[in-house]
């Protein structure tokens, strides 16, 4: 079929003419198509390829002609097919190594193609031709390279070949040029690495360089490790023009590989190469044996099914990072055992090896079998972690330090106390914490064990930020060593003793204390051991007996001798009992002076201290003097005796009041009153109740004073008895010392005195009334006598009889005021109520006494203008009587002074005089009835003492009071105040 159609074309029936002409040509000339297929070839052409014509049409150029065929000459068929341009080329064949000149003029779907043997057109073809690529360098020339190189057509047919690979297959060039590469005895006999060959042509011819390696055997008995490229080479137009392939025998490098690889098996690590790109070409036996996988499952990321699912990520960007950056490759991670299934830890790396550009040619990796130091590792971190959370949870400052004694650690504790973070601590920076005056010590110890490496201990004050307060801990460190005994780090801690030497400080105070106690205590101490024999006594005890402490500690006993002979034996039992039974000991003992000699009595006692457990660890006792306290009980206890003789003396009756209640009350003070005890105690005595009526203001008036005075002054007052009858009693009473509420009441039968008196008013009043009468009739006889003798004249005799007059008139007052007395005790005393006209009354008096009295000068001062509603007479007996006894009591006096003075309520008269004067102490029994004063001036002067207890008593009827203020030798003063209206 490819015959037909040039020749056709070629072979014009009007060409005859031209075929004959291309017959005769001397040079070989050919007419190809358009795919370089032989359409024609003249007589030369033919002699040339030695085959006829019909043999070499329709047969490609390449493959009928080796001796024709090179690079240069496809180059130019390639070029005049596309430019139609007509061309020439000169070479030299490979095949026959003769020059070859070629023409080529394109012709309608064709090319003519002319070849003149020799060199001589060569320089002129040259000129006019650019000449083909390949034929600047001669492939001959690559012989020495022991590179085996070739030019293929895209089809892979071999244009040229140089002289190595046909050294190698013992062949001719012409066997090979023009024939496909693949079909050559080098890979025919290997059929795989033809199909490589044939598949890599193919993609090379699509424009791609590509690169393999294979085996291929050149001839018997020669295998040949190729690594082969086929670069393809691109015209203008960058169509693939040809393609140069290129053989390297790297049979050696295999070999070494070989080599590499058996000892890489060896390695006891995993060891794999990667590619530059980061796949993974092979790994070594121990790794396949190791992961179970074969090179095939682990190429390219197929490793990564070993690693532990956790490490996956990390190790892949790990890698990736190292195959972009060419860097070092260093990870850890665990890889699974194939067999058991067991991870276990790797420490896996990679290097880069590069050529000498610096390319990347292959990564080596490794990753070695950590697992064991993995898990000490892991075990010291736990201990580590063990070793931390022990320290946080211990109750002290922990810290640890360098061998040079810098703090590389301290648990929270420590912060949370000093309110620092580690950065101000570590170090030296834990200096700042410590109190000032332990800083220098504390370093010095510190330095000290560190440079011995023997034990640090020291107590010191380390401040509590969040109080500002220094605490006292105890600081120790040890230092840990190595197995040759360096000191890899020191252990500390700091436990806090503040308590404690607080306890210490108090427990140093407390001795102290009890030291300085019982030298100070007014008791004599004394220490006894558990089994009671005498250790100590104070200085107080010693001063007492004398002894000394060596005799104490060499004869416990010798303290006896100064107990009261009588007092020993009970001691003696006493201290048994309380060593026996741990009970308190309690003793009254007499005690000798040892100065004196003077036993004196103490109260004894002891307890025992006892010790956690509850043993006794010493006794300690006291002696209080009671000495005083024995006298005043034995005083005590004999007034006692005399108040319980007194409260059951039948002369007296007593009773303790409460409020209106009689609480208690002795026999006596039952009997007068008529009721029982059983009274006393249902609380039926009631002394407000016992008071008759008319002696209530009395006996309410004594108890204001009781209350505000502690005590009564004894008056007199009657009793309701228990069956009505009234007793008259005198009655006083103090209030108990220790018991403010309380008061001891004295109360003493007053009937029989009452009874006398009540006698003798009745008799005084019998008598002055028995007296009056006859005093009456004799006084009216008198004065009818006196009269009427003066009417007879008998001068002398009436004169005589009138000096009786003057003694009756003293005789009748004196029976006025007997009267009078008897009717202010009888309460009869009567009075007129009348507007008195003071003023004038007492001038009036004051003249009537003037009168009588010229011994003395009665001056009247002031006036009392106003008057007031009394008894006229009754007030004027009161000033008669005042003056009269200003008058009497001073005998050696001139004047008598009589003061008025009045205000808005009132009229004040005074009555002074300067006279004897009245003692102080009877100065309120002047107002009594009868009652005269006792000196023995006063005695001379004549009187009965009932004067002033009439006055009193009128004036008291007036609802005024009269006082007096006197100075013994200078005089006295009587003070009157009446109210000038008295509602009557
Ligand atoms: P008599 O004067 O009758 O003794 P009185 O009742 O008048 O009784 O006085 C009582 C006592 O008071 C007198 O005994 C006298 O000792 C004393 N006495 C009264 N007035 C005075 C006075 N002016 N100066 C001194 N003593 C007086």
Not at 231 to 243: A, C, F, G, K, S
Not at 581 to 591: K, V
């Amino acid at each position: 079929m490819s015959n037909t159609k040039p020749t056709k074309r070629l072979t014009p029936a009007s060409s005859e003419t031209l075929l004959t002409l291309l017959e005769t040509l001397p040079g070989a000339l050919f007419v190809v198509d358009d795919a370089a297929k032989i359409v024609y070839a003249n007589a030369s052409a033919q002699t040339l390829l030695g085959a006829t014509r019909e043999e070499v049409c329709g047969k490609p150029l390449w493959r009928c002609a080796p001796q024709l065929v090179s690079t240069a000459l496809y180059q130019a068929v390639q070029k005049t097919t596309q430019t139609r341009v007509p061309s020439e080329v000169a070479y030299r064949s490979p095949v026959t190594q003769t020059w070859l000149h070629v023409q080529l003029a394109p012709t309608v779907g064709g090319l003519l193609l002319q070849f003149h043997q020799g060199r001589a057109a060569r320089t002129a073809a040259q000129r006019e031709a650019p000449v083909p690529q390949g034929e600047r360098l001669s492939i001959d020339d690559l012989n020495g390279l022991h590179t085996r190189i070739g030019v293929l057509t895209p089809e892979g047919i071999v244009l040229e070949i140089n002289e190595v690979p046909l050294d190698d297959a013992h062949i001719r060039r012409e066997e090979v040029i023009g024939k496909p590469l693949a079909e050559a005895r080098w890979w025919s006999c290997s059929p795989p690495s033809q199909a490589q060959l044939r598949a890599a042509i193919a993609r090379a011819s699509r424009g791609e360089t590509v690169r393999f390696e294979t085996v291929v055997h050149p001839r018997e008995g020669m295998d040949l490790h190729l690594e082969a490229t086929i670069i393809p080479r691109r015209d203008v137009d960058h169509h693939v023009e040809y393609l140069v392939y290129v053989g390297t025998d790297i049979t050696e490098r295999k070999r070494a590989e070989a080599e590499i690889h058996a000892l890489i098996d060896a390695i006891p690590q995993l060891v794999w190469i990667m590619r530059p790109d980061g796949y993974q070409d092979s790994f070594n036996q121990r790794a396949r044996d190791y992961t179970g996988l074969s090179n095939e499952e682990a190429q390219g990321e197929g490793w990564m099914q070993c690693l532990h699912p956790e490490d996956r990520q990390r190790v892949r960007s790990a890698w990736q990072h190292a195959v972009q950056t060419g860097g070092g490759y260093e990870t850890e991670m665990r890889l699974r055992q194939g067999t058991t299934g067991e991870y276990r830890w790797f420490l896996s790396r990679a290097l880069p090896v590069r050529d000498e550009v610096g390319q990347t040619l292959k990564w080596f990796g490794t990753a070695t079998d950590i697992d064991e130091q993995k898990q000490a590792e892991q075990r010291i971190k736990a201990s580590e972690q063990n070793w931390r959370v022990l320290a946080e949870t211990l109750p002290q400052l922990v810290w640890t330090t360098q061998p040079d004694g810098r703090v590389d650690y301290c648990n929270q504790r420590y912060c949370d106390l000093t309110q620092a973070d580690f950065e101000q601590i570590r170090d030296y920076g834990w200096r700042q914490f410590l109190h000032p005056e332990d800083a220098e010590h504390t370093l010095a110890l510190r330095q000290q064990s560190l440079a011995t490496g023997e034990l640090f201990e020291n107590e010191c004050r380390i401040r509590d930020g969040r109080t500002g307060a220094y605490r006292w801990f105890l600081a120790r460190a040890l230092p840990m060593r190595d197995a040759t005994g360096q000191i890899l780090k020191w252990f500390g801690t700091c436990t806090d003793i503040e308590e404690q030497k607080r306890a210490e400080q108090q427990l140093k105070e407390s001795r102290e204390s009890l030291r300085v106690l019982t030298e100070t205590v007014p008791q004599l101490v004394w220490v006894r051991r558990p089994d009671g024999l005498l250790e100590y006594v104070n200085q107080r005890y010693r001063d007492y007996t004398g002894l000394l402490l060596e005799q104490i500690q060499s004869d416990p006993w010798a303290y006896l001798q100064f107990f009261h002979p009588d007092d020993r034996e009970s001691h003696r039992a006493h201290l048994q009992h309380a060593l026996d039974t741990g009970a308190m000991y309690e003793h009254e003992q007499r005690l000798r002076n040892g100065q004196s000699g003077e036993y004196r009595w103490f109260l004894a006692r002891a307890m025992p201290v006892r010790d956690d457990a509850g043993q006794i660890v010493k006794w300690f006792g006291t002696a209080t003097d009671i000495d005083e306290q024995k006298r005043t009980e034995e005083a005590l206890r004999q007034s006692q005796e005399r108040a319980r003789v007194l409260m059951n003396s039948s002369i007296i009756g007593i009773n303790i009041i409460e409020g209106e209640q009689i609480v208690d009350a002795n026999d006596t003070y039952l009997r007068m009153t008529g009721y029982t005890r059983e009274d006393l105690r249902a609380g039926r005595m009631n002394w407000m109740h016992m008071t008759p009526p008319d002696d209530l203001a009395r006996t309410l008036e004594a108890h204001q004073e009781l209350a505000t005075q502690q005590s009564m002054t004894p008056y007199e007052k009657e009793y309701v008895c228990q069956g009505g009858s009234r007793l008259p009693v005198l009655v006083g009473a103090v209030v108990l010392e220790h018991h403010p509420f309380q008061a001891i009441a004295f109360v003493l039968d007053n009937s029989a005195r009452k009874e006398l008196e009540q006698r003798k008013d009745d008799f005084i009043s019998m008598a002055s009334h028995e007296l009056r009468n006859p005093l009456a009739a004799l006084k009216m006889q008198t004065q009818l006598v006196r009269k009427r003798l003066e009417r007879q004249s008998q001068h002398e005799a009436a004169t005589a009889l009138s000096r009786v007059e003057g003694p009756v008139k003293q005789l009748e007052r004196l029976v006025e005021e007997l009267l009078d007395v008897s009717k202010i005790q009888a309460g009869r005393l009567e009075y007129v109520r009348e507007t008195v006209d003071l003023d004038a009354l007492l001038h009036e008096v004051a003249e009537t006494m003037q009168q009588i009295h010229t011994t003395h000068t009665i001056v009247v001062r002031g006036a009392a203008p106003r008057s007031l509603v009394g008894d006229k007479d009754r007030l004027g007996q009161i000033f008669t009587n005042l003056i009269s006894n200003a008058i009497k009591y001073s005998p050696g006096a001139e004047t008598v002074e009589m003061d008025l003075s009045t205000s808005e309520e009132t009229v004040t008269v005074r009555v002074c005089d300067h006279g004897l004067g009245i003692p102080r102490e009877q100065r309120d029994k002047i107002f009594e009835r009868f009652y005269r004063a006792t000196g023995p001036r006063q005695k001379a002067i004549p009187g009965l003492g009932m004067g002033l207890y009439i006055v009193q008593e009128i004036v008291k009827r007036h609802g005024g009071t009269i006082t007096v203020d006197s100075e013994v030798g200078k005089g006295s003063t009587f003070t009157v105040t009446l109210p000038r209206k008295r509602d009557a």
